[in-house]
């Protein structure tokens, strides 16, 4: 598929795609900025460190696919994990001090994430099972990014339920348009299942076994 053609697809994706990519982009930019302030960042590495996170998973996707990443094709992007950084600065003191803070923001940017992810490569016209794939890299690879960066083990390697909700999310998407579900209807569901999932998880402990010898 040409350049143009998948400029094309892009810019067809629609009003509440581009909303759902700017909330996700600014959610996860707000959670690495976040958690670097837990670790006591200056303002710049803890933009980075928001930055990175918001970016890297749908970088990684746009180029597996072949295609421009997407902060590159418009202002919005970038512009929403710049106003991220004053939003940490401002209620640094609530945000920091509760804990549950950034399981809200992590949880709603990953959900959002996987949404665009799918829908974004199934309008390329890859399979369901492609997209399901590039839907958990979208949403996933830039947690990993962000906690490899600031030195933690990442949740997605950790016994947390994390992935797994994604492809959990993806595989509702799918039911739900076989089913006949619109594209909004498909989207809502998946986001609010891996919401539901991620915040189950952590209040439950919900865990998988180690691998052990």
């Not at 209620?91 to 959002?112: N, P, Q, S, W």
């Not at 309008?123 to 830039?142: H, S």
Request: aromatic share 14%; hydrophobic share 55%; proline share 2%.
């Amino acid at each position: 598929m040409d350049q143009s053609a998948v400029e094309s697809i892009q810019q067809n994706m629609g009003t509440f795609e581009f909303l759902l990519e700017i909330v996700a982009t600014l959610f996860y930019a707000i959670s690495g900025i976040r958690l670097a302030a837990v670790k006591k960042f200056d303002w710049f590495g803890a933009y980075s460190i928001g930055f990175v996170t918001a970016i890297g998973g749908g970088t990684m996707r746009d180029v597996f696919l072949g295609i421009n990443p997407f902060w590159m094709q418009d202002h919005w992007y970038v512009t929403a994990t710049l106003t991220a950084l004053p939003v940490v600065i401002i209620f640094k003191k609530y945000l920091v001090r509760l804990e549950g803070t950034f399981y809200i923001f992590d949880a709603v940017g990953l959900a959002l994430f996987v949404d665009v992810g799918i829908t974004k490569t199934l309008m390329m016209g890859f399979p369901m099972w492609v997209a399901l794939i590039m839907g958990t890299i979208t949403g996933a690879m830039g947690g990993v990014l962000r906690d490899v960066f600031i030195n933690e083990e990442p949740l997605v390697f950790r016994k947390e339920i994390y992935a797994t909700a994604c492809i959990a999310g993806g595989l509702l998407y799918w039911l739900v348009g076989f089913s006949g579900g619109s594209s909004v209807l498909q989207q809502s569901a998946c986001a609010m299942l891996v919401i539901a999932l991620r915040f189950l998880a952590v209040k439950h402990g919900w865990k998988f076994p180690i691998m052990t010898d």
